[in-house]
């Protein structure tokens, strides 16, 4: 296999590839030419570069470990030479990869007329330690780096310095991809029997099919699948899994799925962007008061909104325009609000 290297600082270049894989000091200092000490990866004290932060959602509390820039340096360095490289069933796994979104999710379900939804407890603080050494070792041969064997311990140290994979860090993402790999090739496996989709973005699982019968007993199958192949290490959230038909109002990934396949955004979304939409092109004083008194907090807020609409559904986004003004609606499209 080839090494890849990226001739520009940053690392945001298309990848070179050249003959041989090369030692990590020497790809590393390749990579941040000069820029970044190599003894940071080599024995930085992890924890002594972070800062704790925690934010809610959904009115739960949600803890970060983010990294300084000494670390987050370290941390996408590993992230693009050895992470990227680690194997994941790509025909399930939809999370934080460039190249398809939660729509390409949605939509892999919208030939379905039954579906089933459920999520993984705790998913990333309960992908420990050993799971992600574990991980790690599936992609060793994989990666452009020839003593990556001797590194292992040290990524793992990097990548995952307590008890479970941190929110924050750059490689966690690709870690949660990676590491569910086994599961995700079994339960498809046992899908495919059934004439069944099935899906995973990072926690989320979505299965669906035309028949009903192929769905009974899915959430013991998935159940089931799961313990049998990381015995003890996760566990469902039983009061999220759900059964539904179309019919009923099918929301996927915060997407509906409408009767004839198409996606779109949920109805609370489309009352929210409306109502700022609204106020912001007739009423600068109220729309301020919907996004407490910070201009550009909330314009950066809507063009997130309308940006992610963009994605999903382009009739309701012409909706909005003919109801809006196209200058107003595109006002938000594709600008930085930073």
Request: charged fraction near 25%; hydrophobic fraction near 40%; charge should be positive.
């Amino acid at each position: 296999m080839g090494t890849i290297l990226w001739d520009l600082p940053g690392m945001s270049t298309p990848p070179l590839l050249t003959a041989v894989k090369r030692p990590l000091a020497e790809l590393f200092r390749a990579v941040n030419h000069e820029k970044r000490e190599f003894s940071d990866l080599a024995s930085m004290d992890v924890l002594a570069n972070c800062r704790r932060e925690q934010f809610t959602k959904a009115r739960t509390v949600r803890h970060i470990l983010a990294p300084n820039d000494r670390l987050a340096a370290c941390l996408d360095f590993i992230r693009l030479f050895v992470v990227e490289f680690l194997p994941i069933n790509e025909d399930v796994v939809y999370s934080y990869r460039k190249g398809v979104s939660t729509f390409d999710a949605v939509a892999r379900h919208k030939q379905g007329k039954y579906f089933f939804v459920c999520d993984i407890a705790s998913f990333f603080p309960s992908l420990g330690h050993k799971r992600v050494e574990v991980t790690l070792a599936q992609g060793g041969d994989r990666t452009p780096i020839s003593d990556f064997d001797h590194w292992q311990s040290r990524f793992c140290e990097l990548i995952c310095p307590e008890s479970g994979l941190p929110m924050g860090f750059p490689t966690s993402p690709g870690i949660s991809n990676a590491a569910l790999k086994p599961f995700d090739d079994a339960l498809k496996a046992a899908c495919d029997m059934r004439g069944l989709v099935f899906t995973r973005y990072s926690d989320d699982i979505t299965i669906s099919g035309d028949c009903k019968e192929a769905l009974q007993g899915i959430d013991k199958l998935v159940e089931n699948t799961l313990n049998a192949v990381f015995p003890g290490e996760f566990r469902l959230n039983q009061s999220k899994s759900k059964l539904m038909n179309l019919g009923m109002k099918v929301k996927l990934l915060g997407m509906v799925l409408l009767p004839d396949g198409s996606v779109s955004v949920d109805g609370p979304f489309k009352k929210d962007i409306e109502v700022l939409l609204h106020f912001h092109s007739k009423d600068r004083r109220r729309f301020l008061e919907k996004v407490e008194n910070d201009l550009q907090r909330g314009e950066r807020k809507l063009a997130g909104m309308i940006n992610y609409v963009n994605t999903v559904d382009q009739d309701y986004l012409d909706k909005l325009r003919r109801k809006f003004g196209a200058a107003a609606v595109d006002y938000f499209l594709h600008r930085s609000f930073s």
